[in-house]
């Protein structure tokens, strides 16, 4: 009987471990910046492009707010996205296609970026905030992304400003709506 209490102890302590272990992404925030908790969903909202190079493939992925902002005409009638628009860019590792090698999918998660606007709180870097958080495969976990990523992040909200300048005409948004 001893035995069996103790082997339930053990049992129910390595469950605990091991729930208390896997990470809840949406904890994590960017130091003076963006949470990951304001982008949930992200998974679930439509895509607006997409891009590749030698090191990733990317979705680009919009909220409703976004999304409306794109089919108005955004960013090629000039007008400013409006606040409340967020898109998400997850990276992944590209990968050789095994049915048709032509072809470039989705490999290992490498990270996700993220936008919103809201000219109030991000006043100082265009009306954008920034977040990157990289995925780390061995313990399948999420970090704010900071002076050893690629590219370096100032590790706050106004990572993506740097790159984003040169899209300024745009409203800082690089990505075209693809015909649909």
Partial sequence: MKNQLLTALVLIGVVVGLVMASQDKYTLKVPGGLAFS???????????????SDKATALILGNPTMIEAYRA??????????????????????????????????????????????????ADSGGWGYAVFE?????DTFRPGDSASTPPQANDAKCGLACHTMAKARDYVFTDYGKR
């Fill in 38 to 52: 304001e982008f949930r969903g992200y998974e679930d909202w439509r895509a607006i492009g997409m891009s590749r």
């Fill in 73 to 122: 005409g955004i960013p090629a009638n000039g007008k400013a996205v409006p606040d409340g628009a967020k898109m998400a860019k997850i990276h992944w590792t590209p990968k050789q296609n095994e049915f048709f090698p032509g072809a470039t999918i989705p490999g290992n998660l490498q990270n996700v970026d993220f936008m919103v606007k809201d000219s109030k709180r991000f």
């Fill in 135 to 139: 995925y780390d495969r061995a313990s």
